[in-house]
């Protein structure tokens, strides 16, 4: 079974978990907000992905974040900021076992699970 990660009120979100249900494909929702983040997922994470694939700075979290820190971000300190602040990974995150997929596309979607 796959692993979406992400927050509920996210409207891509919405869409990524409409169109796996509408594909029959069967997935367990992660709300980072109830169920936080797991050090070692994160880190697992990080050895697959760089850390500014991973953060999303279209969000407001990243807004938020003072301008050093935005400056000055490294993979350690984005490890600490994703920890403290989940919301800021860009949404959704499939995780399908094999791969971890970023974002949601229906078109890329559609080419890989159809």
Same mark, same amino acid.
């Given at each position: 079974m796959f692993t979406l990660y992400g927050i509920k009120n996210c409207?891509? #979100?919405? +869409? $990524? #978990? +409409?169109?796996?249900?509408? $594909?029959? /494909?069967? !997935? *367990?929702? *992660?709300? !980072?907000k109830k169920e936080g983040l797991p050090e070692t997922l994160l880190d697992s994470w990080l050895s697959q992905h760089e850390w500014d694939e991973l953060i999303n700075r279209r969000g407001t979290t990243w807004r938020k974040l003072d301008d050093n820190t935005r400056e000055n971000m490294d993979t350690a300190m984005a490890r600490q900021? #994703?920890?403290?602040? =989940?919301? /800021? @990974? +860009?949404? =959704?995150?499939?995780?399908?076992?094999?791969?971890? @997929?970023?974002?949601f596309k229906a078109d890329d979607y559609a080419a890989r699970f159809k």
């Open positions: 409207d891509t #979100m919405k +869409k $990524a #978990m +409409k169109w796996l249900d509408e $594909a029959g /494909i069967s !997935y *367990h929702f *992660h709300d !980072y900021v #994703m920890l403290e602040n =989940p919301s /800021i @990974i +860009k949404r =959704p995150l499939l995780d399908t076992g094999s791969e971890r @997929i970023l974002g």
